[in-house]
């Protein structure tokens, strides 16, 4: 199984430069940012990454301090497809184009996802060197007048409408929890 850690950054929330990156647990990483947008685009980017560069068939488990990166790539996406990418409330899906790259990206890749919650800021190694290339990358992005506008209209084109499999949610009982596993 590969894991792989993930994480995003923005300077100034909303509309400071971001920043996303993954760190996979065998080694290698990835990180990239943008002028300018959200810590919620920073931390879907930094998951879309993830999966595109572990394409393979091996199982991903990818590990995030964030929830709303998890919900959106594994829990509302379903509920969002059917609704044509609207919300319950009947609202347009907030950075609906990453959750759409991460919808393809794990449809179309041959091995299964799953994502892990962890607590961000507590120790945790490849957490902590996930925040930092992010945090560099974010700040490298707001010294570089060629930094791409934001971390959204970069995005190829999807090709094929393949949905994802359903996540099943798997946690362990604890009064503080550190981790929370989405398979």
Not at 38 to 61: F, G, Y
Not at 110 to 139: I, K, S, Y
């Amino acid at each position: 199984m590969i894991i792989v850690s993930t994480d995003g950054s923005c300077l100034r929330n909303p509309g400071g430069a971001i920043g996303w990156a993954w760190v996979a647990h065998q080694g290698g990483s990835a990180s990239a940012g943008a002028a300018s947008g959200t810590n919620q685009i920073a931390e879907l980017r930094a998951v879309l990454e993830a999966i595109r560069a572990h394409c393979d068939s091996e199982p991903l488990l990818i590990e995030s301090d964030s929830l709303y990166a998890i919900k959106c790539s594994s829990e509302w996406v379903s509920g969002w497809r059917v609704n044509g990418w609207r919300t319950a409330t009947g609202q347009a899906v907030k950075n609906v184009e990453l959750v759409r790259s991460i919808d393809h990206a794990i449809a179309t890749r041959p091995g299964p996802v799953r994502f892990r919650w962890v607590r961000g800021h507590v120790g945790n190694d490849f957490n902590e060197q996930a925040d930092a290339l992010a945090g560099a990358a974010a700040r490298a992005a707001a010294a570089d007048p060629a930094a791409a506008p934001d971390g959204i209209h970069d995005l190829p084109p999807i090709t094929s409408a393949e949905s994802a499999p359903e996540p099943v949610l798997e946690s362990t009982k604890s009064s503080a929890p550190q981790a929370l596993t989405l398979f």
